[in-house]
């Protein structure tokens, strides 16, 4: 089989900014069929309801290309790492049920780009921390690790198809 290149790259403006702007959530399976087109997910069949996470700082995505010649093998790992200042009750509670499930994740950065992860399996909390700091200026949140494998990288996600809960389904840990 011949894995043949398709094209080159010039390099672009001095544009791009790096941070993740808000962070998405919905039930494993919960997609239905996806309509992909030239590595951008256009259409979802089912209308997942969408959970939104605003974050700012230190939350970040990271995808690892793992591939083995030996084994003739590649897949994508995709490590996000989502931070939540203020503890609250009902924060937590959510966070408890992020971790026992294996959800879908899409990541909305600070260039206007979606991406999701966990297409196909789903993504896992791998770790994470609550924590209240020692010094005045530490962070007194939670942090978590989501990991995801899957055989390709995360797709582009059409921002016209995340349909997510309305502002009142999200928690106000100052209120």
Not at 80 to 95: G, I, R, V
Request: aromatic content about 10%; hydrophobic content about 35%.
């Amino acid at each position: 089989m011949a894995c043949s290149l398709t094209s080159g790259r010039k390099v672009p403006c001095k544009s791009a900014v790096g941070g993740i702007k808000n962070i998405f959530f919905t039930d494993y399976d919960n997609l239905g069929e996806t309509t992909i087109v030239a590595g951008e997910i256009t259409e979802f069949s089912s209308t997942p309801g969408w959970y939104k996470f605003e974050v700012k700082g230190s939350s970040s995505l990271e995808t690892a290309i793992n591939s083995s010649r030996e084994n003739g093998t590649t897949f994508y790992e995709s490590t996000l790492t989502m931070s939540l200042t203020f503890q609250d009750k009902a924060t937590q509670e959510q966070l408890k049920l992020i971790a026992h499930a294996r959800p879908h994740v899409i990541v909305e950065d600070y260039n206007g780009n979606f991406f999701i992860l966990g297409l196909e399996h789903g993504a896992e909390v791998t770790g994470g921390s609550i924590t209240t700091g020692a010094a005045m200026g530490d962070l007194s949140g939670y942090s978590l690790t989501i990991v995801a494998q899957e055989t390709a990288p995360p797709y582009f996600v059409a921002s016209n198809v995340i349909e997510y809960y309305p502002e009142e389904t999200q928690i106000d840990p100052t209120a």
